[in-house]
């Protein structure tokens, strides 16, 4: 009884409302009309100035896709690399990401630092940087491309290549037991050949057709600044309402 009575004067829990509003935090305002001419050397800042704050995983990305139907997906994978292709994620061109990449490459990324109250915006085309059944022209290109492939699953974690090389990605698992002896497979052969690549690993660039950076405020009038592609290197830089 002491414990109903008990539980009947404990106070209510915060709203939801309340507990966000304790963690609003003031943020460096940035001075848009200083940042570089094209997104790309503003995103090497951002995500720079987001690891030396500390934010957890800053290389997470939000990858949205649509599949043949035009129906919206969505999961978190990471940055792999950026240069002048564009951001790079990888993925098995045979997953269901991969499947929806195959019947329409227009995506978007986000990435959200809530830490450093920023997030990026991108929207464009993912191209595979290489396709094993491709018609051999532009060799050099190609090879390089494969090599990249190569390293990119050559830098995954052991178990992660294990996983990917024995899994059916996204397929219906009707006995764990199949699954155990598919891993126990993968990794006789990962570990009998260490260099060993997923047959439909893919590497992927984003090639941005606009890039918006967002910044938090605390009186809510957020800052948002857009990056329009003009060109094959040009762009135009413009701000938002919020």
């Not at 951002?46 to 704050?53: E, T």
């Not at 052991?158 to 037991?177: E, K, N, P």
């Not at 199949?178 to 052969?189: F, G, V």
């Amino acid at each position: 009884m002491a414990d109903s009575d008990q539980s009947a004067r404990r106070p209510p829990p915060p709203s939801l409302s309340a507990v966000l509003a304790a963690l609003a935090e003031p943020f460096d305002e940035v001075d848009f009309a200083a940042l570089p001419v094209a997104p790309h050397d503003t995103f090497r800042a951002w995500l720079d100035d987001a690891v030396v704050r500390g934010v957890q995983d800053p290389h997470a990305l939000t990858l949205s896709t649509v599949d043949a139907q035009g129906r919206p997906d969505a999961r978190v994978v990471g940055l792999r690399k950026l240069d002048a292709r564009g951001w790079h994620f990888s993925t098995n061109a045979a997953s269901a990401k991969g499947q929806q990449l195959a019947a329409n490459a227009h995506v978007a990324l986000t990435f959200f630092w809530p830490r450093v109250g920023r997030q990026v915006r991108l929207r464009g085309r993912a191209v595979p940087l290489t396709d094993n059944d491709d018609d051999g022209d532009d060799d050099d290109d190609d090879d390089d491309d494969d090599a990249e492939r190569v390293a990119d699953f050559a830098a995954k974690p052991y178990w992660s290549r294990v996983v990917t090389l024995g899994s059916q990605q996204s397929q219906v698992l009707h006995d764990r037991a199949a699954l155990r002896q598919s891993l126990a497979e993968a990794r006789a052969r990962l570990d009998a050949d260490p260099g060993l690549v997923a047959a439909g690993w893919r590497v992927y660039a984003v090639q941005p057709d606009t890039a918006e950076f967002w910044e938090d405020a605390p009186d809510r009038v957020h800052r948002r600044l857009q990056y329009v592609r003009t060109g094959d290197q040009t762009w135009e830089k413009r701000e938002l309402w919020p």
